[in-house]
Every structure is written in C-alpha cells, then in structure tokens.
C-alpha cells in the first residue's frame, strides 16, 4: 500500500492529508499543542473518525509519545539516546525504526529485520510531502501513520538529536 502525507498549507500545527495512489484524501493527521508545551496529535478517517491519538509525555529524559487506539494504549514510541546511529523503538509492535533521520529517508522493522513500511520525504515539493510504502500488508496501517507524523514532528519540533546524531 503505498499512501502520500501532504502537509495542509499555512499551516502552523503539524496537520496532514493522507491520500491514497489516486489523490483521494484517506485519513487526516492533526497536531495541536496543550498548555504545557506537549504535542498531540489525531489520526482520523475521511469521516471524521479518530483511528489514533498520539501524545508526548511530560517528563521522559527522551523524546516519549504514546499511541491510543480506540480509547486504548497500544504503542510508545521512544527514541533511542545513547546509541550511534539514532533509531526510534515501538513498543507493542515490536518495531524498530532506523535510518536516516536527517534527510528523511528511513523504515520500520519488525523484530526479525523484515521491512514493515518504508518513508521517504520527498523534496520536489515546496510543502512537506512523504512517501509511506506499507510493504507488510498485515501491518496496522494506523500504527503505521502514528509513528511516521510522531517522528516528522519530533524532528520538526527542533528535537535535533537524531539529526545531530546522524552527523557523527
């Protein structure tokens, strides 16, 4: 399944369309801050739905964010600090995502090193645009979505360690 996030134009949250191989917008990510300064961000469907609800936590010594589906805690995110190349880890999946962070180009593995989804930002356009390449079809594609803006923002948000990393 291969899937675009476009970001809206003027916009100054982290708001996306997601849209399918023929354009048609398939799902929404819309970010927002609270009054602490934490960022959250909505995943919906084309009705309006929530499929996803990702927030950062407070006070985690690395960049943390949990994943809600349904009401439920399913994934956290947590990037890796102390490590040479930068990688983020998914608990509950039992994913890993490594790459490179700083020029956008990166995958998420499954425990075993298969390939689950593969992004690629694509620079051709004067907005953020991203490819997400789902190549495991058994994977949860809202988990997939989630992940991808959690890392586009944190990256965004001036969280630089990744990039910083990637460097050394």
Do not use: C
Request: charged fraction near 25%; avoid cysteine; hydrophobic fraction near 40%.
């Amino acid at each position: 399944m291969r899937l675009y996030a476009k970001k809206k134009l003027l916009s100054w949250t982290q708001d996306f369309s997601i849209m399918n191989e023929q354009d048609e917008i398939v799902y929404t990510a819309k970010g927002q801050h609270d009054l602490l300064g934490r960022r959250k961000l909505r995943i919906l469907d084309t009705n309006g739905n929530e499929l996803a609800f990702i927030k950062q936590r407070a006070a985690a010594f690395s960049t943390t964010m949990d994943v809600s589906v349904n009401g439920y805690e399913t994934l956290t995110i947590r990037k890796k600090m102390l490590s040479f190349r930068p990688t983020y880890l998914i608990e509950g999946e039992d994913w890993i995502v490594r790459g490179n962070f700083l020029n956008y180009e990166y995958t998420i593995e499954d425990g075993s090193g298969r390939i689950v989804a593969e992004i690629s930002k694509q620079f051709f356009q004067w907005r953020d645009t991203f490819g997400i390449d789902i190549i495991d079809e058994s994977a949860n594609v809202a988990h997939v979505i989630a992940i991808v803006m959690a890392i586009h923002t944190d990256m965004q948000e001036g969280n630089t360690t990744a990039a910083t990393s990637a460097i050394l």
